[in-house]
């Protein structure tokens, strides 16, 4: 059974940072491209990055300089670091295997002062 676990999101101020994990399970993580995805309220879901089994990455217009996705194939997690936040960041931030289409269950990543 494949499980992906979001986790490091929550409240921050503009300009700040955060770092989203998400641990998989259930796969062979090292044979699956990794995305994080985020839906604001009322907008569609969107992609934010993704990282290729060779570690080629691709991402957002919006975030590309401020975000950064990695990947640990030993810990079986995919990160995506956060800088220089913006009020536009707040959403829910989803993980998903590329390979297999699944999706994490989401962590809030809200931007306020």
């Known amino acids: 059974q494949v499980q992906l676990v979001e986790s490091g999101g929550g409240l921050v101020q503009p300009g700040g940072s955060l770092r989203l994990s998400c641990a998989v399970s259930?796969?062979?993580?090292?044979?699956?491209?990794m995305g994080w995805y985020r839906q604001a309220p009322g907008k569609e879901r969107e992609l934010v990055a993704r990282?290729?089994?060779?570690?080629?990455?691709n991402y957002a217009d919006s975030v590309k300089g401020r975000f950064t996705i990695s990947r640990n194939n030993a810990l079986n997690t995919v990160y995506l670091q956060m800088n220089s936040l913006k009020p536009d960041d707040t959403a829910i931030y989803y993980c998903?295997?590329?390979?297999?289409?699944?999706w994490g269950q989401g962590t809030q990543v809200t931007v306020s002062s």
């Open positions: 259930g796969i062979i993580f090292r044979l699956s491209d």
């Open positions: 990282i290729t089994t060779a570690r080629s990455t």
């Open positions: 998903k295997d590329e390979r297999w289409g699944s």
